[in-house]
């Protein structure tokens, strides 16, 4: 399973249903349907919260608004069973006007060029951030506008020990090792926080690490995909070198084999612990559960060996797109609700809504002025151009075993390198189940 299907929270509890929403009358903004006629349309969307109330919300907003458009909104579940419809919808023809939907390589597998609408010549085509272009594009087309914010794989750190202690934010795997023994030598009995007891957390210092691997080698990505790049070789090898080297130096909670997600943020947010390789959604979780300690937690990136290859791995949010399908009125009104997805009042939706877990992907959107540093912090390596996409946005091949093989790894189990070479093995047969080349 994906780190973005862990995070989303697409729950299958509702089974594929719709929901209609009546058109409310207020003012015209033109086009549509013409002499006065409504044009309709659906929007198809995953029935996981808060997804399913911000698209009703979208939907309620945008209905308001133009009394020349009704849209119905549709939800479905997410995971495989709705990768799955998604899939038989498009091949059958019966796809709602505008979808809901992952990007990066997931969209990749609904054969973009084929089967959706290009909309780079819509006007907010051009503030996406690039890492955001580049995983709703092929090298065809543009197709797609992001819905919810980015969440990043880093270090969430506890700033008023950094302050304590006069740290320095690391940028080199070396300085943020000296960090760790300045904090263990004050007394503070993790450096490191690890929650083996929640496995998925255990694989952040592999999948955090790799927007450093493709620093250091642009092209892996493609040539993993091609089986023409390993895990047992550098750079790649290098997040699970590290996490053995931090489990070896004696950096983590004693209790890091059963201590849980949940535990892992308390010891960030109350200073029980320093360091915290996890996704920034965990700011959610600091300011539901403590509000007093929103401010002391902050994000550094996993550093790189060379601090000249430190970049920030972000996980994109899902995006909006437009099946062929939709001709017509219908295309023109389905790119008009698009547009408002993204307009002050959309944006507003997805903020009050969403809740930000990272920066937006476009410049339409804005983050709010009371953000946590955490999400300021983030929003300063986009801004400095040092992000890179997650692996999984730029391949499909992600094997069953990795969480597992990083516990091992991470609890003195097994060496990295034994690791790596498992987990080369691990992704054979998915690949080969995804009919991809060279495997």
Not at 87 to 115: C, I, R, W
Not at 274 to 282: D, E, G, Q, V
Not at 412 to 435: M, N, T
């Amino acid at each position: 399973m994906s780190m973005r299907q862990r995070t989303r929270k697409a729950s299958v509890v509702l089974g594929a249903a719709a929901l209609v929403v009546g058109m409310a009358a207020c003012s015209s903004d033109g086009g549509g349907g013409g002499d006065g006629d409504t044009v309709e349309i659906t929007f198809l969307s995953q029935n996981g919260e808060p997804g399913a109330t911000a698209a009703q919300e979208l939907v309620d907003a945008f209905n308001a608004a133009n009394e020349d458009v009704v849209v119905t909104l549709e939800v479905q579940p997410g995971g495989t069973e709705g990768d799955n419809l998604m899939k038989t919808k498009l091949a059958t023809g019966e796809m709602a006007d505008v979808f809901h939907y992952n990007s990066g390589s997931l969209l990749q597998a609904l054969n973009p060029d084929q089967n959706l609408v290009d909309l780079s010549d819509q006007e907010w085509a051009d503030s996406l951030v690039e890492d955001m272009r580049t995983v709703v594009s092929t090298d065809n087309g543009f197709y797609g506008a992001p819905w919810g914010t980015t969440q990043a794989g880093a270090i969430m750190y506890n700033k008023p020990i950094y302050e304590e202690l006069g740290l320095e934010v690391p940028t080199d795997w070396a300085s943020f090792m000296a960090n760790n023994q300045a904090i263990l030598d004050s007394g503070i009995a993790a450096p490191i926080i690890q929650t083996y007891g929640d496995t998925w957390t255990s694989q952040l210092f592999v999948l955090g690490d790799f927007a450093n691997v493709a620093a250091q080698d642009p092209d892996w990505a493609q040539e993993y995909t091609a089986h023409n790049r390993f895990y047992v070789d550098e750079p790649a090898l290098q997040g699970f070198a590290n996490q053995q080297e931090a489990h070896e130096a004696g950096y983590f909670n004693e209790d890091f084999a059963s201590a849980l997600y949940d535990d892992g943020v308390r010891m960030l947010a109350t200073g029980e612990g320093a360091h915290y390789p996890i996704l920034t959604s965990a700011i959610g979780a600091v300011r539901q559960n403590y509000a007093d300690n929103i401010e002391d937690v902050g994000v550094f990136a996993l550093p790189a060996q060379d601090a000249a290859d430190t970049r920030l791995t972000v996980w994109l949010p899902n995006a909006m797109y437009i099946p062929n399908t939709t001709e017509g009125d219908e295309l023109e009104a389905a790119k008009r609700f698009i547009a408002f997805a993204l307009s002050e009042e959309g944006c507003r939706i997805q903020t009050d809504t969403l809740g930000p877990s990272g920066p937006f992907a476009t410049d339409a959107c804005t983050l709010p002025d009371d953000a946590p540093p955490t999400l300021t912090e983030v929003q300063a390596y986009f801004d400095a151009g040092q992000t890179g996409p997650a692996l999984e946005f730029l391949s499909p091949i992600k094997g069953p075993n990795l969480e597992q093989l990083t516990v091992e790894v991470g609890s003195g189990i097994r060496p990295a390198a034994d690791a790596a070479a498992l987990y080369d093995q691990d992704v054979e047969k998915q690949a080969q189940q995804l009919g991809l080349e060279g495997w």
